[in-house]
């Protein structure tokens, strides 16, 4: 199969990085143009990111000599690429007009940025929940009147902890009413050079600008429902959350307690939660994406797990690990998840998301 050609846009901050580094042996896709800021533009990718290089490996190869372009010049990915994952760092003005400037030059965007996730005809993916998602792109495009150009954006990495296990449970008969979430993020989610070491050594700094009212209400759309061509939020759960940073490097752990929304009698014991948890499988997984994982959710039984340190590459850094699930003696269960925020909460996310439009025909005819 040949590989469908593709740029990234923000290809040097440190989310752009690890996509050069993820991409680089996929099999379904080819990274041929990369674009940055202004003062990259002109350059080697090699030299643009000499010292600054985060990725623990060599550049890749077919990247390292590709010249870096001005981001804003989107004249110059016509003939390069089929479709852009962006990865940019600007106003979320800035990014919606730009993202939308290429999509009108039929190349789509797969972006990780937040500027459109509440846009409602653009879908905010996660592929192993709202897959149908997707269908909002027909009116996005009618919308703009754009041909072939749409953009699909992922959530916020606080969230990709614990939307896989409530999403499960939901699945299955089991609705949430309310839940109480204290995330522990790492210092990775702040990007390069990231927090300072002075606030974080020895130290817990207990605000994230933005990351509670996302971490509250994305949730919301990502559940929600396709109707007459945008997307309409679910009306709950109910989310109130903390959101801490923590002297980690890479994995965001979340503290859950949920109440069920049903009477006593008829909510799950906690083997059935496990055995839901357990054989979970979605779309990513029965079709194979590459990106996917073969088991969507782990469930750990010792004790003391997950950690960041020992879990985060589960599923290649793509799976959700559980541990401590409990009864709660406020609300129902009481559970600790984790994810690996750089690659499912970030550019593997994003892959996977454009793994599941090429499955879905929407780089057919590019």
């Known amino acids: 199969m040949n590989k469908i050609p593709v740029g990234v846009l923000g290809a040097t901050g440190m989310v752009g990085q690890r996509y050069i580094y993820l991409l680089k042996d996929h099999p379904w896709f080819e990274v041929t143009y990369v674009a940055a800021s202004p003062r990259s533009a002109g350059k080697k990718y090699k030299d643009a990111v000499e ?22 010049n989107i004249e110059a990915a016509l003939g ?10 600007m106003g979320k003005d800035e990014i919606k007009a730009l993202e939308a400037g290429y999509a009108a030059k039929n190349i789509p965007v797969v972006s990780n940025a937040s500027a459109n996730r509440w846009t409602d005809d653009v879908p905010m993916l996660i592929p192993e929940i709202n897959p149908d998602h997707v269908s909002v792109i027909a009116e996005q495009k009618k919308h703009h009147g754009w041909d072939k150009g749409f953009v699909a954006v992922k959530p916020n990495c606080s969230l990709q902890s614990y939307m ?18 204290t995330t522990m993020q790492a210092t990775s989610g702040a990007g390069y050079p990231g927090v300072p070491s002075f606030d974080m050594i020895d130290n817990i700094v207990p605000f994230i ?26 009306q709950g759960p109910l989310v109130s959350a903390h959101c801490n940073r923590v002297p980690v490097i890479d994995g965001h752990t979340a503290c859950v307690s949920l109440e069920f ?71 129902d269960i009481r559970f600790v998840a984790l994810s690996h925020n750089t690659k499912r909460g970030a550019a593997m996310g994003g892959i996977l998301n454009a793994e599941l439009l090429k499955a879905k025909g929407f780089f057919d005819n590019l």
């Open 51 to 72: 010292s600054r290089w985060l990725i623990g490996s060599d550049i890749p190869a077919g990247v390292a000599d590709l010249m870096v372009e001005d981001a804003s």
């Open 80 to 89: 390069k690429c089929k479709f852009v994952f962006s990865a940019l760092e």
């Open 164 to 181: 896989a296990p409530i999403f499960a449970l939901t699945q299955k008969g089991y609705p949430i009413k309310r839940m109480i979430v």
């Open 209 to 234: 600008g933005g990351e509670e009212e996302k971490t509250e209400t994305e949730v919301l759309k990502i559940l929600g429902k396709v109707e007459g061509g945008k997307i309409v939020n679910a």
């Open 261 to 331: 929304d049903l009477p006593d009698d008829k909510k799950p014991s906690l083997e059935q939660i496990e055995k839901i948890w357990t054989e979970f499988s979605a779309y990513p997984q029965e079709a194979k994406l590459p990106s996917a994982p073969e088991h969507a959710i782990v469930v750990r039984h010792e004790e003391n797990r997950p950690q960041p340190r020992r879990d985060r590459e589960n599923g290649k850094g793509m799976a959700v690990t559980i541990g401590r699930l409990r009864k709660c003696r406020v609300f």
